[in-house]
């Protein structure tokens, strides 16, 4: 047996605490909080996902991929809540602990244009920008419902006026013009 195959075994047949508090209570809460979000009721989906956080911390440390995930969707949720203090700091959590393990994956894309989207609520486009483009070659689209896929920044489009976030096509940009970026952009009547 591979000493793989054999980890699996044991991990299967004894896990240990921080494993079962994992998959039995942390996973449970991100779920039922995603299900929260789905529905509109992002103050339940953060008292869920902060529960989750606290027992991810615990069973996987601080620094764990998995933890990423969780600082991500809190992050994002807070923005939804427009708690952008504690938005920033779950993202910059997010970004940095997906840095660390693979800088060009999709994931580390998401959370740095989730954190772009923050800065965009903050007025500081420029900086948004240079958040996406910090990943480059990995860089997703501005549209939340974008499929999801990476691009280099060069094949994509950007906002004709700002030209802070990248598209990957005219169709995202057009449905992230209408649900988000238009009242954030710097040509909008909010900041003429």
């Not at 999801?148 to 449905?175: D, R, W």
Request: net charge positive.
């Amino acid at each position: 047996m591979s000493q793989h195959a054999a980890k699996q075994f044991h991990y299967t047949v004894n896990p240990r605490k921080e494993d079962l508090e994992y998959h039995n209570v942390a996973v449970p809460l991100n779920n039922e909080a995603l299900l929260l979000s789905k529905r509109g009721d992002y103050a339940g989906a953060e008292r869920l996902h902060l529960r989750a956080l606290e027992v991810k911390i615990r069973a996987l440390g601080t620094e764990d991929i998995r933890v990423a995930i969780t600082y991500n969707e809190l992050g994002e949720t807070q923005l939804r809540l427009n708690k952008l203090d504690e938005a920033e700091v779950n993202l910059r959590h997010a970004v940095a602990i997906r840095d660390a393990h693979d800088k060009l994956s999709l994931d580390a894309a998401v959370s740095r244009e989730n954190l772009a989207q923050l800065l965009e609520a903050r007025f500081k486009l420029d900086q948004a920008k240079a958040e996406r483009v910090r990943g480059a070659p990995s860089v997703c689209c501005g549209n939340a419902k974008c499929p999801g896929q990476l691009f280099k920044p060069e094949n994509m489009m950007t906002c004709g006026f700002c030209k802070s976030v990248f598209y990957c096509s005219a169709n995202c940009q057009s449905m992230d013009w209408t649900s988000r970026h238009k009242s954030l952009c710097r040509v909008s009547p909010r900041t003429i």
